[in-house]
């Protein structure tokens, strides 16, 4: 099970000026650490680094004060308090926040392994005196920044740091661009991987188109468009969802000859032309059997884009985290899609959570013809 640090409160400045002494600035911040879905806290505990960094720096950032805080087993906050003196000139910064034994020089997450606590970086803001004594807030915005093909490639998603969790990553998008990713690095070793490698290879002169249901903050999908060359992804979800997607888009890196882009999908609702006329090489779904009130709209999605996408493979990522989602192997049996292939990946190896929550599976199913 991997955790996540996660921006209760957006960090706030506060400015204080003793007699006869510079201006001392205070940067608070409060924060748990806790499942994707908000259902479980770290059970052990942990040594966390704080980083206030410049952009100053750029492209390395520069650390203008570092300071280690303990997280509790028995914890379910962590008030963040680092202080710092007042620069010469407004700094724009960032307060990263990391396991301690994780945080190297570049000051980002691997994707291979999964991390057991994935660092967070809150937005940017303004570090100056200019509203003296009174706190200067942020944006509800946070970033995570995953170093992918040993360094060569960097994928930052920003999260929200409100509670929707359907704009936070969740466990199974990350496991399944580390899946992704490792075709990069390993010839085919299972079944999903054996049939994937040839499509998302390949140099035909077609672009390969992707569909992403469910996109969430789009994880997955820019994963995608980063890692694999001529890819045309296409990211949906609904319209609440849209804020976050967008803004992680325009900060996306494509790969030579890749493309993505997004709309609005109601798995309740008709699908309309753009996506419905597209026939799609990979139809990608994460996370999203967690409701099983949502899986026969969702089912009769996929089902409802069979005609145009007849060739092409759907890749499910899930965590079964109850029993009442096998229901969805049911529904996708019924509506004609079989599977063609499964792995199982472990997300942690934490001694303390049982195995089951622990696993990601990745399904491949293919239309029946």
Not at 199 to 228: A, M, N, T, W, Y
């Given at each position: 099970m991997v955790f996540y640090i996660r921006f209760l409160k957006p960090p706030k400045v506060f400015a204080q000026q003793l007699k006869g002494h510079s201006t001392t600035l205070t940067v608070k911040a409060l924060v748990t650490i806790t499942t994707d879905l908000g259902d479980d806290f770290f059970p052990e505990d942990a040594l966390i680094e704080v980083r206030l960094e410049s952009l100053l720096?750029?492209?390395?950032?520069?650390?203008?004060?570092?300071?280690?805080?303990?997280?509790?087993?028995?914890?379910?906050?962590?008030?963040?308090?680092?202080?710092?003196?007042?620069?010469?000139?407004?700094?724009?910064?960032?307060?990263?926040?990391?396991?301690?034994?994780?945080?190297?020089?570049?000051?980002?997450?691997?994707?291979?392994?999964?991390?057991?606590?994935?660092?967070?970086?809150?937005?940017?803001?303004?570090?100056?005196?200019?509203?003296?004594?009174?706190?200067?807030?942020?944006?509800?915005?946070?970033?995570?920044?995953?170093?992918?093909?040993?360094?060569?490639?960097?994928?930052?998603?920003?999260?929200?740091?409100?509670?929707?969790?359907?704009?936070?990553?969740?466990?199974?998008?990350?496991?399944?661009?580390?899946?992704?990713?490792?075709?990069?690095?390993?010839?085919?070793?299972?079944?999903?991987?054996?049939?994937?490698?040839?499509?998302?290879?390949?140099?035909?002169?077609?672009?390969?188109?992707?569909?992403?249901?469910?996109?969430?903050?789009?994880?997955?999908?820019?994963?995608?468009?980063?890692?694999?060359?001529?890819?045309k992804v296409h990211l949906t979800d609904l319209p609440e969802a849209m804020d976050i997607l967008d803004f992680n888009i325009s900060r996306a890196k494509p790969a030579e000859r890749s493309k993505i882009t997004k709309s609005t999908l109601d798995w309740s609702e008709e699908i309309h032309a753009p996506i419905a006329s597209q026939q799609y090489n990979l139809i990608v779904v994460s996370d999203c059997t967690y409701s099983s009130d949502s899986l026969p709209d969702l089912v009769n999605t996929l089902r409802s884009l069979k005609s145009a996408s007849e060739d092409g493979y759907i890749l499910v990522g899930l965590k079964e985290r109850h029993a009442s989602e096998a229901i969805f192997f049911n529904l996708m049996q019924d509506a004609g899609m079989d599977i063609m292939g499964h792995v199982s990946v472990a997300n942690d190896t934490h001694p303390n959570i049982n195995a089951e929550s622990k696993r990601i599976d990745i399904y491949l199913f293919r239309y029946k013809s």
């Open positions: 720096g750029k492209p390395d950032y520069q650390t203008l004060k570092a300071s280690t805080i303990n997280w509790s087993r028995r914890a379910r906050v962590l008030s963040i308090e680092i202080h710092v003196k007042c620069p010469d000139h407004a700094h724009q910064v960032q307060l990263h926040l990391a396991e301690s034994n994780a945080v190297k020089t570049e000051s980002i997450s691997p994707l291979n392994p999964v991390p057991r606590i994935v660092h967070v970086r809150s937005d940017f803001f303004r570090l100056d005196s200019a509203n003296d004594t009174e706190d200067v807030a942020l944006t509800s915005r946070s970033e995570r920044r995953f170093s992918m093909l040993n360094g060569h490639s960097q994928l930052a998603i920003w999260e929200d740091t409100a509670n929707s969790i359907a704009r936070h990553i969740w466990d199974a998008g990350i496991s399944l661009v580390a899946f992704l990713e490792d075709l990069h690095k390993k010839p085919p070793r299972d079944e999903v991987s054996t049939l994937l490698n040839p499509l998302l290879f390949s140099r035909r002169k077609e672009p390969v188109h992707v569909l992403e249901l469910g996109s969430g903050c789009g994880i997955v999908g820019i994963g995608i468009v980063q890692l694999f060359p001529n890819c």
